[in-house]
């Protein structure tokens, strides 16, 4: 999976949304092995934390699918 990296453009980024996403390709891949690659974040609306709560949230969703 490679994520929309436009999620994370933004100054403050919505974590519902990142949820949601990350979440339906969890659905829609249940019972197979994923791999999530979050690339071409060129600027992450110049604030690194939004890269820190999106593998926060990555994580957290993949844990309740294994």
Known sequence: MKPNPALLAE????KELIRED????????KGCVV????????????????????????REEAEKYV
């Not at 990350?22 to 891949?29: D, L, N, R, S």
């Not at 934390?49 to 990555?58: E, G, L, T």
């Open 35 to 58: 791999e999530i690659i979050m690339k071409d974040n060129h600027t992450i609306g110049g604030n690194p934390q939004n890269a820190v709560d999106w593998c926060s949230i990555a």
């Open 22 to 29: 990350i979440k339906k390709t969890f659905e829609t891949a």
């Open 11 to 14: 100054k403050t980024v919505s």
